[in-house]
C-alpha cells in the first residue's frame, strides 16, 4: 500500500504533467482568449460581488461560450495543481408533523421549515400509501387493509446504474404522480448525476416511469416549496480531466444524450475555494422542467432551506499566525444565500465567512430576518493536516447576521468548555438550544435571542452522547442519542430552561442514528419511535417509546425483517402503522 506522501506526489505529478498539457494547448488558443480578457475581467467582478451581473439563465449556446468559462478553468487548474485530500478532511460531510386532512403525510423525522417539505421512502394519502424500496420498486399499498396493491419497477436507462443510500420520493397531492430522486453512474464516462425520474401512480395498478433526466453530480438532498422542486447536488471534478473541454469540468443538466453545460455565469467562484467540486443547486416544476442553475465551487454541499431562500456552505481550512508567529489552520465556513421565487428564481443574494465549521443544515435557522448559525469554532496545529491525529483547541459559538445581506448583528462566542463542538441545535422562534460533545456529559445550552443586544444563556447537561434535539409535546423538547449503557439509545425530555423532565434508554440498541427519517416522533400520541439493531444479535428492532404527561418509558419492541435505516413507521387515527417489507396496522391503546 503506498504511504500518503507517495500518494500525494503522486497526485502532484500528475497534476504537473495536465499542467504542461494545458500549457501547450493555451499557445493555440491564445489568439482567441485574448481578445476575450477585458469581457472575463468583467465576469470575475460580477461572480465574486454578491448580487452582481444578471443572474437569470438566459439561453446559452454551448459552443460559443468556452471563452466565458475561462474563469473556472484558472481557477480549477490552481486547485487540482495544490489540492491535498487532507486539507478538506473536516470539510467533508456529504426535515415531522402530521399533514391537514386529504394532504400528503410525510414521514420525515423532521420539518425544519413550514412550508418546505422534503423527501422521503414513504409517503401516504387518502387510505393510499407508497414505498420506494431498495432496488428501486414504488409499492402502493391500501392502508385499510395494510396490503400490496400494485408496483413498478424503476430501472437505469441507457447503461447507467443506481448507487447511494440516498434515495427519496415525493407523491403529489392529488396522488398522480410520483417523483423520485436518486444518484446515478455512467460507467462509460466514469461520471456521477443526480437522476429525476417522473411516475404516473393516478391508477396505482397500472404504474409506469413517465420521463427522466439528469443533473451533474450525486444527489445531497432536495426540498418541495411553492410548487417547484429544489435539488442540491455534489459535482466532483476528477483530477485527471481535460480542462480544454468543458463538459468534464462544467455541471451539465439535460435528458440522456442531450446534456449541456450550464452557463458560465451560473457559477460562484469564491476567493477561498480549495477543493475541485460544485455544489450544483437547482429549481424544477412539480411537472419536471428544469427552471434554472446554479454552481458553487468548493461547496461541502450541505444547504438550509428557509421559506424564501437556501443557505449553502463550504468548509475550508485558514492559515492564520499564532501569537508566537507560528502558522495554525482556523475552521471557516463560507455562506452563500441563494433567493428563490415561485417562478423557479436562484439570485445569489448574500455571502459570508462564518468564523467556524457549520455542522449541517440543523445548526443553521433564519427568523424575523435574521440568520442564527451554531457554529464550531478553533484552530487545527501547524502539521494537523498529516494524517497523523493531532489534538485541536475547539470551543462552540452562536452567529447572529441579517439574512438578506448576511451582515453580522451579535454573536455569543466560546461559550461551552473548551475542546467541545455542536453535536445537535435546534430553534424555536427566539430560543435557540444546542447540545454539545464533552468527554463525560453533553451540555444543553438553551439561548433567549428575543434582545440580540442582550441574549441570555441557560445551561443543563445529559448523560451520553445526543446527537438530535426537536420540538416534541407539552412545550417540552425531545432529545435523543447514544446513552451511557453500552450501545442503548437514550430518550431525554426537557422544559424550556433545559431542565430534565423524563429520560429512558434503550439497553443494548445500535444504529446511525444520523439517518433522522428512521424517527417516528407523534406528540399528539406521546410516541417516539426509532429504528436500530438489538442486542448481540443486531437482529432489526422497532423500539417505541410513550410519554403520559408524568413518565417517558419503552412500550414495546418489534422486531421487523428489512435494514433499520429502512424501516418508517407513522400514526394516523389511532392506529400506529410500520412499514418493514409490509404494512402493520397496531391500534394504539
Request: proline content about 5%; some cysteine.
Amino acid at each position: 500500500m503506498k504511504t500518503y506522501r507517495e500518494r500525494t506526489e503522486e497526485i502532484l505529478e500528475k497534476a504537473e504533467g495536465i499542467k504542461k498539457t494545458r500549457a501547450a494547448r493555451r499557445k493555440k488558443l491564445a489568439a482567441g482568449l485574448s481578445c476575450t480578457l477585458a469581457a472575463v475581467l468583467v465576469l470575475n467582478l460580477a461572480l465574486f460581488l454578491p448580487g452582481g451581473g444578471d443572474h437569470s439563465l438566459a439561453d446559452t449556446d454551448p459552443t460559443e461560450t468556452a471563452p466565458a468559462y475561462f474563469a473556472v478553468r484558472e481557477r480549477l487548474a490552481s486547485i487540482l495543481r495544490d489540492f491535498e485530500e487532507d486539507d478538506q478532511h473536516w470539510a467533508d460531510a456529504p426535515g415531522s408533523e402530521q399533514s391537514a386532512p386529504k394532504k400528503v403525510y410525510r414521514n420525515l423525522a423532521d420539518k425544519q421549515t413550514e412550508g418546505v417539505t422534503g423527501g422521503d421512502l414513504f409517503a401516504q394519502s387518502n387510505g393510499t400509501a407508497f414505498y420506494l424500496t431498495t432496488d428501486y420498486r414504488l409499492q402502493a399499498y391500501s392502508v385499510a387493509t395494510a396490503s400490496p396493491i400494485g408496483e413498478v419497477a424503476i430501472k437505469p436507462e441507457g447503461g447507467f446504474t443506481f448507487f447511494g443510500e440516498t434515495r427519496e420520493m415525493y407523491l403529489s397531492d392529488d396522488l398522480s404522480s410520483a417523483t423520485v430522486f436518486t444518484s446515478a453512474y455512467d460507467p462509460r464516462t466514469l461520471r456521477t448525476y443526480t437522476a429525476i425520474i417522473g411516475v404516473e401512480t393516478k391508477d396505482p395498478t397500472t404504474m409506469s416511469v413517465t420521463g427522466v433526466q439528469y443533473i451533474s453530480g450525486s444527489y445531497i438532498t432536495s426540498r418541495l416549496a411553492d410548487g417547484n422542486f429544489w435539488v442540491v447536488s455534489q459535482f466532483t471534478v476528477p483530477q485527471d480531466c481535460d480542462l480544454s473541454d468543458e463538459s468534464e469540468y462544467i455541471p451539465q443538466t439535460g435528458v440522456l444524450g442531450a446534456m449541456e453545460p450550464i452557463p458560465a455565469e451560473a457559477i460562484f467562484l469564491p476567493d477561498e475555494a480549495q477543493k475541485p467540486a460544485f455544489t450544483v443547486l437547482s429549481s424544477l416544476s412539480e411537472g419536471g422542467k428544469l427552471l434554472a442553475v446554479r454552481a458553487l465551487l468548493s461547496f461541502t454541499g450541505d444547504a438550509y432551506f428557509s421559506q424564501d431562500a437556501i443557505y449553502a456552505t463550504g468548509g475550508f481550512l485558514a492559515k492564520t499566525p499564532t501569537d508566537v508567529g507560528a502558522e495554525s489552520y482556523e475552521y471557516r465556513t463560507h455562506v452563500v444565500r441563494i433567493a428563490y421565487d415561485k417562478q423557479g428564481g436562484l439570485a445569489l443574494s448574500a455571502t459570508a465567512t462564518v468564523r467556524g465549521k457549520i455542522e449541517g443544515p440543523f445548526s443553521m435557522d433564519e427568523w424575523d430576518g435574521t440568520l442564527r448559525v451554531f457554529a464550531t469554532t478553533g484552530y487545527l496545529p501547524r502539521g494537523a493536516l498529516k494524517r497523523t491525529p493531532v489534538p485541536s483547541e475547539t470551543n462552540v459559538s452562536l452567529f447572529i447576521y441579517e439574512a438578506t445581506t448576511l451582515r453580522p448583528l451579535a454573536s455569543k462566542e466560546g461559550f461551552a468548555q473548551g475542546g467541545e463542538s455542536v453535536r445537535a441545535a435546534r430553534f424555536d422562534g427566539d430560543r435557540a438550544y444546542v447540545f454539545t460533545a464533552s468527554r463525560i456529559s453533553d451540555p444543553l445550552f438553551a439561548f433567549d435571542l428575543a434582545d440580540l443586544g442582550k441574549i441570555v444563556c441557560t445551561k443543563g447537561g445529559i448523560p451520553g452522547f445526543a446527537i438530535y434535539l426537536t420540538k416534541f409535546t407539552d412545550g417540552l423538547l425531545l432529545g435523543i442519542g447514544s446513552g451511557t449503557v453500552p450501545l442503548g439509545v437514550n430518550v431525554e425530555l426537557y422544559d424550556g430552561q433545559v431542565v430534565q423532565v423524563a429520560s429512558s434508554t434503550a439497553a443494548e440498541a445500535w444504529n446511525d442514528l444520523q439517518n433522522f427519517n428512521v424517527f417516528c416522533i407523534e406528540g399528539e400520541y406521546g410516541l417516539v419511535g426509532f429504528a436500530a439493531r438489538r442486542g448481540s444479535d443486531r437482529e432489526p428492532t422497532y423500539f417505541l417509546f410513550r410519554w403520559d404527561g408524568e413518565t417517558l418509558s419503552e412500550t414495546a419492541e418489534i422486531p421487523i425483517s428489512c435494514s433499520p435505516e429502512n424501516a418508517r413507521a407513522f400514526c394516523e387515527d389511532g392506529v400506529f402503522y410500520l412499514f418493514d417489507g409490509n404494512l402493520t396496522a397496531l391500534p394504539l391503546t
